[in-house]
């Protein structure tokens, strides 16, 4: 199955279709900059958008699903809950706050955004999760920034496997024992910041030759990467051409050499907060 630009879809383990490649809007705020970049990703053949409860843009992205003139079923709507909204009651609130912000009554996949352990209440979300999904408001839970040890103690105690799990992901951090995990308990890998956050990695001499070997853009050829490994991916851009050229990436391929190459040049280096140690819960 694929859309007009030929981004391929991944097959979560409850089946549903997942668009390999979504438009991620952290920080494209406020809501009528998030509704007019939605805009022109959906124009650019964008059909999955990735935003979440602390981004204060869902009303935004709401704008620009009503604005788009798609159907509801041909567009992939991701967020997330946020720390201080776990617990079971305060979930189901926090989801219901986000539907309507969103102007849907669905949404494709919701996570728990980070297992915030210093609170230890990511046990008791999932529960709500897990009733939402039951009561078929979300077409599919996950998780996000979930290391091994929460992912497994989760697992212990929940009915639901996660169909997700967002983790940051580039060939700077290539998240060996997690992309393992995953495939080992058939949760789909989803990579954030995959572009390294228009950082370093973009100027880095092995993407360089790659790119100038192909006659592709630095970002291109990172998020070509992470299609070929499986990965779903969400680079974010607030410039249409940029946002044009993320998509820009189902008619060509890294050879094996370019693949090895990239695995070459992790480097463990991590731009985001260690979920371990993230208890920010503004
Ligand atoms: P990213 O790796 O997508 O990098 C984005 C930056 O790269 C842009 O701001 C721009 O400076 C640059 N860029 C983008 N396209 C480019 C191009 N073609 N050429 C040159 N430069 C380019 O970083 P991100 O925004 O941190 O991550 C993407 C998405 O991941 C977010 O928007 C959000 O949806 C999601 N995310 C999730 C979490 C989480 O905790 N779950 C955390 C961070 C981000």
């Given at each position: 199955m694929a859309n007009e630009m030929n981004v391929p879809t991944v097959k979560l383990n409850n089946g549903v279709e997942m668009p390999q490649l979504g438009f991620g809007v952290w920080q494209i705020v406020p809501d009528d900059r998030a509704a007019a970049m939605v805009g022109v990703a959906f124009d650019a053949g964008y059909r999955a958008v990735d935003t979440a409860?602390?981004?204060?843009n869902e009303g935004g992205v709401g704008t620009a699903i009503a604005a788009?003139?798609?159907?509801?079923?041909?567009i992939f709507v991701t967020t997330k809950l946020w720390n201080?909204?776990?617990g079971y009651d305060t979930t189901l609130a926090a989801f219901d706050q986000s539907l309507g912000k969103l102007g849907l009554?669905?949404?494709d996949l919701y996570l728990v955004h980070w297992p915030a352990p210093i609170n230890d209440r990511y046990l008791e979300t999932w529960r709500a999760f897990e009733r939402l999904y039951a009561d078929q408001r979300v077409r599919a839970i996950g998780v996000s920034n979930f290391e091994p040890h929460h992912l497994r103690r989760l697992l212990d105690s929940s009915n639901v496997v996660p169909a997700v799990n967002q983790i940051e992901f580039h060939p700077y951090l290539q998240q060996h024992e997690l992309f393992e995990l995953h495939n080992e308990l058939g949760i789909a890998t989803e990579a954030w910041s995959?572009?390294?956050?228009?950082?370093?990695l973009l100027k880095d001499v092995v993407i360089g030759a790659i790119a100038a070997k192909l006659g592709r853009s630095p970002a291109q050829v990172i998020l070509r990467w992470h299609i070929q490994l499986g990965n779903l991916v969400v680079p974010k851009s607030a410039t249409e051409s940029r946002i044009r050229e993320n998509i820009a990436l189902f008619d060509f391929e890294l050879s094996k050499e370019d693949m090895e190459d990239i695995k070459g040049?992790?480097?463990?280096?991590?731009y985001g907060q260690h979920p371990n140690d993230f208890i920010d819960d503004f």
């Open positions: 409860k602390i981004y204060t788009s003139g798609l159907r509801r079923d041909e201080n909204q776990q009554d669905y949404v995959p572009l390294g956050q228009g950082g370093p040049i992790h480097r463990g280096v991590r």
